[in-house]
């Protein structure tokens, strides 16, 4: 059965400390995609990124940096020089076998101090 | 744009009573769901549907009915509702046929049941 695990529930940092969220998924399938969105205190959710099974690549976007790693089945996310304005809670979220809807974890919230 | 709404984005109800949230896309995407999310348990799927007339249960359905008369449209309902279907509802939709599509999510109803 596919299960992601979001160990950190809550995460604490001053402004401009890197950071990481991890993400452990579980999946019987070969195929599969893995997710992370968003959700500042404003309540929407927000798309980050899209991650697919065959693509061991690390992805960088400005200050967000994803490390997917199959060996073992992680999927974790960086924020570099963080920001007041990172402050959200996290979800990851794995789609597996393509008939069946997105797993989320529990989330991870994400305060970032001034 | 295209965009999916929810409505009422509040709404307070007595125990017992029937209350049904309304979901609509015009991303003409062939697949919606329901997730609620509370404190402590991320986001949850509460039912699913891959197009017109079909319905699918998720992790928590108990309660709760969906029905899919068209594209655009997946409400909600709760059947009597109870204390402990107080909750944030979110409406998602996806396109495509295959796995691995971004869920595009609607801005939440606060739901509050005394």
């Known amino acids: 059965a596919q299960k992601v695990t979001q160990a950190q529930t809550e995460i604490s940092v001053v402004e401009k400390e890197d950071v990481t969220l991890d993400c452990v998924y579980e999946?019987?399938?070969?195929?599969?995609?893995l997710f992370w969105y968003k959700q500042p205190p404003s309540g929407e959710l927000v798309f980050l990124i899209r991650?697919?099974?065959?693509?061991?690549q690390n992805e960088i976007s400005g200050r967000y940096s994803w490390n997917f790693q199959k060996s073992t089945s992680s999927f974790n996310f960086t924020i570099t020089a963080s920001q007041v304005v990172d402050s959200a809670v996290y979800f990851c979220a794995l789609d597996d076998s393509g008939n069946t809807p997105l797993v989320f974890g529990k989330g991870t919230r994400l305060s970032v101090i001034a | 744009d295209a965009e999916i709404t929810q409505s009422p984005r509040h709404k307070i109800t007595e125990t017992g009573r029937q209350v049904t949230l309304a979901c609509h896309q015009t991303w003409n995407h062939n697949n919606m769901f329901w997730y609620r999310q509370d404190l402590g348990h991320g986001l949850r799927l509460i039912h699913y549907s891959y197009g017109v007339q079909d319905t699918n249960k998720g992790e928590v359905s108990d309660g709760y009915s969906v029905s899919r008369s068209n594209t655009e449209d997946l409400p909600l309902t709760l059947e009597s509702a109870a204390s402990s279907q107080t909750s944030v509802y979110f409406c998602a939709s996806s396109g495509g046929l295959a796995g691995g599509n971004e869920q595009f999510f609607g801005p939440g109803t606060r739901l509050t049941v005394l």
């Open positions: 999946t019987r399938d070969t195929t599969y995609y």
């Open positions: 991650r697919n099974s065959f693509d061991e």
